[in-house]
């Protein structure tokens, strides 16, 4: 479980405490919210997680209070709703804890391994957060749409929070790996206004801020006989380079879930985030 947010607040009754006292306690707080050493870290505490979300999004996370985000829109939304939760509990109903809560890994923190079972490092989406982040209905997430180039397609893509820039940067850059344009395209597509399946939650789809590259390279947890928290076998067509270079800028893949979907690339730069720092402190576990 990632640090508690209560752990942010003030020390008890340090308001009324003065010298040494304060200044000992004042110290102990900075110590616990300090970096720790490289190599040397065990989790990495829901206040970095959070910064990083507000980072990532600056446009759109207005402030991070003790207990809740609020969003410029004015939604303010709970960090920890303070219910025990399964994995199946956390994807149906996650609040912001829930969502930040596994490290999606990169660099040295990727040790290529199949991953272990219900490890799913975005997958778990707070409803709210992305209602608020890219619109609450249909119509109020296609405003939000562009046309971004994609090897002789016009794919439709969200531009909040520069995911659009970051697609064509993705695309410049594979433009250069003509060994490579095989699995890119055509693309099974971007926006698309509908539920993941077999579930009544949102697909990143619907936000636009998602891309499924060519199906024939595809492999996905449900075609392998697969059932919710028992995924037989792992497979994956799609080549490193590409993953990567995804990844630079922002990009998740669903090659890296215990449910997989290995076309799937998902804009999700707080996550990428949360891995660097994870990668510069160790790789903590949690």
Known sequence: MAADPGSLRTPPRAATLSGAWRIGLLALAAAALAPLPARAASSLPLFDRLEALK???PQ??????????VMADGTRIPIDDGAAKNHE?????????????????????DKGAPPARNFDPGRIRND???RSLYGATRSMAEKRLVAVDWFGSRLAFTTTGGADAALRAVAGELSRRPELKT????SAGTFNWRVVAGTKRLSAHSFGAAIDLNTRY??????SGG??????????????PIVELFERHGFIWGGKWYHYDTMHFE???????????????????S
Do not use: H
């Not at 109903?93 to 809560?101: G, Q, R, T, Y």
């Open 89 to 109: 509990q956390k994807l149906a109903n996650a609040d912001i804890e829930d969502m930040l809560s596994q490290i999606y890994p990169v660099g040295t923190c």
């Open 60 to 69: 759109a996370v207005k402030a991070i209070e003790i207990d809740g985000i």
């Open 183 to 186: 699995y890119l395209s055509p």
């Open 128 to 130: 709210a957060f992305f």
């Open 55 to 57: 980072a990532a999004y």
């Open 218 to 223: 595809a492999d996905y947890w449900l075609w």
């Open 267 to 285: 804009y999700r730069p707080e996550l990428i985030a949360i891995g660097r720092l994870a990668e510069a402190r160790g790789c903590p576990s």
């Open 227 to 240: 059932k919710p928290g028992n995924v037989p076998r792992y497979q994956n067509k799609f080549p490193t």
